[in-house]
T-cell receptor
């Protein structure tokens, strides 16, 4: 089974709808991240969480909200979807830098392709 | 604000040729990562570079880091079709933002027979 899973994998919705994307991980990592990918722009950080009680905005948080329900679960919501939120969304996890072996490397889920009409 | 720039953004290569992808970043960092993404797939970690002068190699790919120049390179030797993918560099933030990554735009590599 995959270490980092995302649901749904594909979603088509209409402008103004509320959408939730879910991420679960079995890696036991404390840190979780949400990114969106747009062609030519790389991955941009939306929100990140270093533990269940710590949630922080990334560079493009407007129009998004998150919930960290447990160490293993981190959800991203679009309160009122708009067409320019059409993108590929990735969840990622990492360990803290507690030892040289962790490297704070991020591990990515399979992605959710969201289309807002 | 940390900025990361890759070049080229598009790279079309013939099999057997060598080429280098460059990753420049704007502020001091002690961690740089290279990822590979196949079309429609997730990101796969290739290399983690943690110190000035670090060099890592895996197969036909070799990555290096020069922290003084704020530059990392990903060198491709004798390219083969299987290397066709998008390659991203990502730089780790410091200070209170430690743990965050800033990604470059990605380099789309196509290897032709």
């Amino acid at each position: 089974d995959a270490d980092v899973t995302q649901t749904p994998r594909n979603r088509i919705t209409k402008t103004g709808k509320r959408i939730m994307l879910e991420c679960s991980q079995t890696k036991g990592h404390d840190r979780m991240y949400w990114y969106r990918q747009d062609p030519g722009l790389g991955l941009r950080l939306i929100y990140y969480s270093f533990d269940v009680k710590d949630i922080n905005k990334g560079e493009i948080s407007d129009g998004y909200s998150v919930s960290r329900q447990a160490q293993a679960k981190f959800s991203l919501s679009l309160e009122s979807a708009i067409p320019n939120q059409t993108a590929l969304y990735f969840c990622a996890t990492s360990e803290p830098w507690t030892s040289e072996s962790s490297y704070n490397e991020q591990f990515f889920g399979p992605g959710t392709r969201l289309t807002v009409l | 604000e940390l900025k990361v720039e890759q070049n080229p953004l598009f790279l079309s290569m013939q099999e057997g040729k060598n080429y280098t992808i460059y990753c420049n970043y704007s502020t001091t960092s002690d961690r740089l990562y290279w990822y590979r993404q196949d079309p429609g797939k997730s990101l796969e970690s290739l290399f983690v570079l943690l110190s000035n002068g670090a060099v890592k190699q895996e197969g036909r790919l070799m990555a290096s880091l020069d922290t003084k120049a704020r530059l990392s390179t990903l060198h491709i030797t004798a390219a083969v079709h299987d290397l066709s993918a998008t390659y991203f560099c990502a730089v780790g933030a410091g200070g209170t933002s430690y743990g965050k990554l800033t990604f470059g735009q990605g380099t789309i590599l196509t290897v032709h027979p």
